[in-house]
Every structure is written in structure tokens, then in C-alpha cells.
């Protein structure tokens, strides 16, 4: 461009010698002219060698964000092949987890299923046992009311029960009182079990081998029925006894059977000439040798077993309806 311009100077050096001062002013403007231009082009030309630099800058700017972009995608790439590497892991672990849990699942489906036919045994056990409960409460009530029942005549029964143990006591004490003097002297009067034991030895009453009442025992005898006579609530048992020794008798009595039966029956008769004791209070007995006091072996034994047993109880229907019922 200078070149062009000086040579264009020159040019017109060498012409202005020869031109018009039209041609002379023609050339001027034009020089001017492109002066003007020239100056315009080196300010373009400055210009734009701004924004080269500043296009350079950018380019350089550019290329750095691109590089950094590239390092960017490069970890970012690697950073996706690990979370690619990472997303199939954890999928092949959902899928197994997927797959445990559907199992499971069936398993507590079934545990669940079991476990609410187990409820509903339970629950059908439990309400056989509440209709069950219901049962024994009920027959709990009518326990306790037939226990009320049973102890009120418990009650009932004790109260007879004593008034017979008084009964029992009073006779026995009013048959001693009646019979002082012979008891200890062949007569004995106990109590136990309920009953009054009156126990006469054979001397007191009969002589040996013999089943008449002699005339002391008549005596004791009327005593004896003076104080039964007022116990009309009484039954009376005579028992008679032997010994072990064999009786060889003839006529009535053949044996120890005979003799004791025929010892009690005239004992019965004796205590029946009270008119005031009741026949169906006594009842006669025999018992031979085979409810001994003592040994047979001794005389003394012996002695003791050859007796009248008289058993007083106290009558006991009263009782025994009561039980019935």
C-alpha cells in the first residue's frame, strides 16, 4: 500500500510539471481522496488487528475450554463407565433382590396363610373352651348349691349325730347309777363307738352249763330294764357267749350254740316282764365261742368269755333317712 502511494506521488511529481492546474487539482482531490482512504484503511487495518488479538485470545480461551472440555468428557466418560459398571451391578443386585423377595414373600404368604388357619383353630378351641367354661360354671353353681345343701345337712346330721352321743352318754350313766353295787362284781358298763357295752359274767346269772336266769340275775336284771325302760328311742342286742370247751348235752341243748342262744333268749324274757319296754327293741343272739374276750387256754380266760353281752344303740332311722335323702 505505501509502495502504491508513492509511487502514485511520483507520478504525480512527474505529471504536475505537464498538467493543468484542472488536472493539477484533479490529481490533489484524488490524492487527498486517497490519503483519506489510506488513513481509513490503516484505522481498519488497527481494527482489525484489535479484534484479530482479541479473536486469537478467544480462539486461545476456546481451544483452553475445549481441551478442558475434552478432560471433562474423559472423567466424565470413565465416571460413566464406572456408574454403567456400578448401574449393572446394582441391577443384577435389584434382580436378585427382586428374586429374594418374591420368595420370601411366597414363604410369609404361606407362613401367614398357616398361621391364620392356626388363629382360627385356636380362636374355634377357644370358643369350645368358653361354652366348655360356661358348662362348669354352671355345673360349679350347682355344686356349690347341692354343697350348701349337703353341709346344711351335714349340720343336720352332726346335731343328731350329738344329740345320740348325749343319749348314749345319759344311759350309760343312768344304767350305772341303776346298777350300783354290782358293777365290778361280775357287771361291767362301757362306752365306745356310739353304744353302751354292758357285759354280765356268767356267774351273775347262771350256774355252770345252764341257760335258766338264777335269782340274782333276775334282780340285776329287773334294775337293768327299770332304766332301759324310758329310752323307747333305744335298740337292744343281748349277745350270749361260751368258752371253747365242747358241750356234750342232750335234749334242748346239744352244743355251745344252743346254750347261747338260750341264754340270751331268757334274758330277753326276763327283761320283757317290764311292761314298759318295747319287744321290738330287743333282739336275742348266740355266739357260741367265737367272739372270745380272752384266751380259752386259762381258767381265768375262760371265766371272762362265759358271759351276756348286752349292746344298747342308740335307733338310727332318723339318720339314715336323712342320708337317703
Known amino acids: 500500500m505505501r509502495k502504491s502511494i508513492l509511487y502514485i506521488s511520483a507520478l504525480l511529481l512527474t505529471l504536475s510539471a505537464c498538467v493543468t492546474p484542472k488536472i493539477h487539482n484533479t490529481l490533489v482531490a484524488e490524492h487527498e481522496s486517497a490519503k483519506s482512504a489510506l488513513i481509513s484503511a490503516k484505522k481498519k487495518v488497527l481494527s482489525l488487528n484489535g479484534k484479530l488479538e482479541e479473536s486469537e485470545g478467544t480462539i486461545v480461551a476456546l481451544r483452553a475450554q475445549i481441551s478442558d472440555l475434552k478432560n471433562d468428557s474423559l472423567q466424565n466418560g470413565k465416571a460413566l463407565t464406572i456408574l454403567q459398571s456400578k448401574y449393572a451391578q446394582l441391577s443384577d443386585a435389584y434382580d436378585?433382590?427382586?428374586?429374594?423377595?418374591?420368595?420370601?414373600?411366597?414363604?410369609?404368604?404361606?407362613?401367614?396363610?398357616?398361621?391364620?388357619?392356626?388363629?382360627?383353630?385356636?380362636?374355634?378351641?377357644?370358643?369350645?373352651?368358653?361354652?366348655?367354661?360356661?358348662?362348669?360354671?354352671?355345673?360349679?353353681?350347682?355344686?356349690?348349691?347341692?354343697?350348701?345343701?349337703?353341709?346344711?345337712?351335714?349340720?343336720?346330721?352332726?346335731?343328731?349325730?350329738?344329740k345320740k352321743d348325749s343319749m348314749v352318754t345319759a344311759l350309760k350313766q343312768s344304767i350305772s347309777k341303776a346298777l350300783i353295787g354290782l358293777e365290778g362284781d361280775g357287771l361291767t358298763v362301757?362306752?365306745?363307738?356310739?353304744?353302751?357295752?354292758?357285759?354280765?359274767?356268767?356267774?351273775?346269772?347262771?350256774?355252770?352249763?345252764?341257760?335258766?336266769?338264777?335269782?340274782?340275775?333276775?334282780?340285776?336284771?329287773?334294775?337293768?330294764?327299770?332304766?332301759?325302760?324310758?329310752?323307747?328311742?333305744?335298740?337292744?342286742?343281748?349277745?350270749?357267749?361260751?368258752?371253747?370247751?365242747?358241750?356234750?348235752?342232750?335234749?334242748?341243748?346239744?352244743?355251745?350254740?344252743?346254750?347261747?342262744?338260750?341264754?340270751?333268749?331268757?334274758?330277753?324274757k326276763v327283761l320283757l316282764k317290764n311292761p314298759s319296754l318295747d319287744p321290738l327293741q330287743l333282739t336275742a343272739a348266740g355266739r357260741a365261742e367265737f367272739i372270745p374276750l380272752a384266751t380259752n387256754k386259762t381258767t381265768e380266760g375262760r371265766s371272762a368269755n362265759r358271759r351276756i353281752e348286752m349292746i344298747l344303740s342308740?335307733?338310727?332311722?332318723?339318720?339314715?333317712?336323712?342320708?337317703?335323702?
Do not use: C
Request: proline share 1%.
Open 96 to 162: 436378585l433382590l427382586t428374586s429374594k423377595n418374591s420368595s420370601y414373600m411366597a414363604n410369609k404368604a404361606k407362613e401367614t396363610k398357616k398361621l391364620l388357619e392356626q388363629l382360627e383353630q385356636a380362636q374355634l378351641e377357644l370358643f369350645a373352651k368358653e361354652d366348655e367354661l360356661n358348662k362348669l360354671t354352671k355345673s360349679l353353681s350347682l355344686k356349690e348349691e347341692e354343697l350348701e345343701a349337703r353341709s346344711a345337712r351335714v349340720t343336720e346330721l352332726e346335731t343328731i349325730i350329738n
Open 190 to 268: 362301757i362306752q365306745k363307738n356310739g353304744k353302751v357295752y354292758i357285759s354280765l359274767e356268767e356267774d351273775l346269772l347262771f350256774a355252770s352249763g345252764k341257760y335258766e336266769v338264777n335269782s340274782g340275775g333276775i334282780a340285776a336284771l329287773n334294775k337293768l330294764a327299770t332304766a332301759l325302760a324310758s329310752q323307747k328311742d333305744l335298740e337292744i342286742l343281748v349277745e350270749g357267749h361260751t368258752d371253747s370247751i365242747p358241750l356234750n348235752g342232750s335234749d334242748l341243748i346239744k352244743d355251745n350254740w344252743d346254750l347261747s342262744v338260750m341264754r340270751a333268749t331268757n334274758v330277753v
Open 314 to 325: 342308740p335307733n338310727l332311722d332318723d339318720l339314715f333317712e336323712l342320708l337317703e335323702e
